[in-house]
């Protein structure tokens, strides 16, 4: 097929899905505007007919039957609408803490902590004695509700490790809900949001690692990392650029890692890739990506939004979304959305483009040839850090083995059978497939010491979380 004669990079039928996507971007944006002045009786208005017409054209919803069934959905319910992080924690009976971390550069980071067990209540803020100090961190477009936002208590990875015992801290990207503050730059400005993964690993994440640090003072002296997806990303990169952190973190625990994944599955997104980065910008502007996301989100019935994100998962990445279920994609996809930088949605398609973990190239359209110019890679073999890779067979974003040949000896795999990227922290059975596997890697040193795609017996913790399960939820 031959190639448009005036520029030559995309083929016709490229021109074409990236002609439909501006069309669609367009008239996205038309109904953000309009509806920035719409009273609040108007968005309700839109919100209940949607809801007529999802019951006129679906049975896919009946009324709860049973006590328990009635039960579940009202807690459904209450996790889909609290407002915080606090109020999803109180649900289950947790009272967490509220910190701000400063960057060096001026944001203002919120990130939480929970620093005791279930109905222990609100504990004085200090060091966490003989407790080891374990930290999450979110993927793209998240924050530290993902992992509080579950319908069940044993399927939370947070408040499982609390009752272990753990010191549990949950950190928050510059710009997300938590983090929308900076000591020198307005949220309304394109300077505020100038920002790309490098500053997320250079910056906010090890300043993050050391506050938590000063503050839980652990005996060892150091903490664990847990990352979701791009929160991997962002410990792989930090990791590979700063030995100093790596005396700080004893084990790097990343689930559904992000790397340099291949692709995604649409023509229009595989043009918008390999377009330059000033027509993205163009696009998709300076600043927040997808800000009418939350627009969309309160004019809509819930299952309604529920099934567009699962379009638009299994347009842009095939994802079936079967081992997540209708009640909690209606529980947490109201807390799935935050906000983050264009530029940030930008080195990750440079990253596919180019198919290498690599720093942002701010001199894309650069008049040198690639061997006069070379956007530097993270160097992720130099991370000393032991690494247990916990990756979804399903999941399209993972190429387990491209990682594995550019990471350092010292990194397990283990895979999920059957999971997607979501399914990692969402699905139905990750107390049985993912949270064991998380309390091995962090609890037995020896678990982690052989690199590659491994298969480890987790029996005893197994029973242990399912006899957490049969204890049933807390009383709410």
């Not at 069309?23 to 007919?49: G, N, Q, Y």
């Amino acid at each position: 097929m031959a190639r448009f004669p005036f520029l030559g990079r995309l083929y016709l039928t490229e021109y074409s899905s990236l002609l439909i996507g501006v069309a669609l971007l367009l008239f996205e944006h038309l109904i953000r505007f309009m509806t920035l002045a719409l009273p609040s009786a108007v968005i309700e208005w839109f919100h209940d007919k949607s809801r007529l017409v999802f019951h006129h054209t679906t049975r896919a919803l009946s009324t709860p039957s049973s006590p328990e069934s009635r039960a579940k959905a009202k807690l459904t319910e209450r996790i889909r609408v609290a407002q915080d992080f606090e109020e999803l924690c109180a649900i289950f009976g947790y009272t967490p803490e509220e910190h701000i971390v400063r960057t060096a550069d001026g944001y203002l980071l919120g990130i939480h902590r929970l620093p005791g067990k279930r109905n222990q209540g609100r504990i004085p803020p200090g060091p966490c004695g003989d407790k080891p100090v374990v930290y999450l961190h979110h993927g793209l477009l998240m924050n530290s509700e993902v992992w509080v936002c579950l319908t069940d208590e044993q399927r939370s990875l947070p408040f499982v490790l609390v009752e272990r015992g753990y010191d549990v801290w949950l950190g928050n990207n510059r710009g997300n809900k938590y983090s929308k503050k900076s000591m020198t730059l307005s949220p309304n400005s394109a300077s505020f949001w100038d920002f790309s993964l490098d500053d997320l690993c250079m910056i906010d994440i090890p300043d993050t690692l050391r506050y938590v640090l000063d503050v839980s003072r652990p005996i060892s002296g150091k903490l664990s990392y847990i990352g979701f997806s791009q929160g991997s990303a962002q410990a792989f990169a930090a990791l590979s650029v700063s030995p100093q952190l790596n005396n700080m973190v004893d084990v790097f625990i990343a689930i559904a890692p992000a790397f340099s994944p291949s692709g995604l599955s649409p023509g229009i997104v595989d043009a918008l890739m390999k377009v330059s980065p000033n027509f993205l910008f163009l696009l998709l502007g300076r600043k927040v990506v997808l800000p009418s996301t939350i627009m969309w989100q309160s004019i809509l019935y819930p299952p309604i939004f529920v099934k567009i994100i699962d379009a638009a998962i299994w347009f842009l990445f095939s994802w079936t979304s079967k081992n997540t279920s209708q009640s909690q994609k209606l529980a947490a996809y109201a807390h799935l959305y935050s906000f983050a930088s264009v530029k940030c949605v930008v080195h990750w398609f440079q990253i596919m483009r180019t198919g290498m973990f690599q720093m942002y190239d701010d001199d894309a359209h650069s008049l040198y040839g690639k061997h006069f110019y070379h956007p530097a890679k993270f160097p992720c073999h130099n991370i000393v850090t032991p690494i247990v890779l916990l990756y979804g067979d399903q999941d399209g974003l993972v190429n387990i083995d491209k990682m594995l040949a550019q990471l350092p000896e010292n990194t397990v795999a283990r895979r999920l059978s059957n999971y997607e990227h979501m399914d990692c922290i969402w699905g139905e059975n990750v107390h049985v497939d993912v949270i064991p596997k998380v309390i091995q890697a962090l609890e037995e040193p020896c678990s982690r010491s052989v690199k590659g795609d491994v298969d480890v017996p987790l029996e005893s913790i197994n029973a242990e979380m399912r006899v957490r399960s049969r204890l049933g939820p807390p009383p709410y």
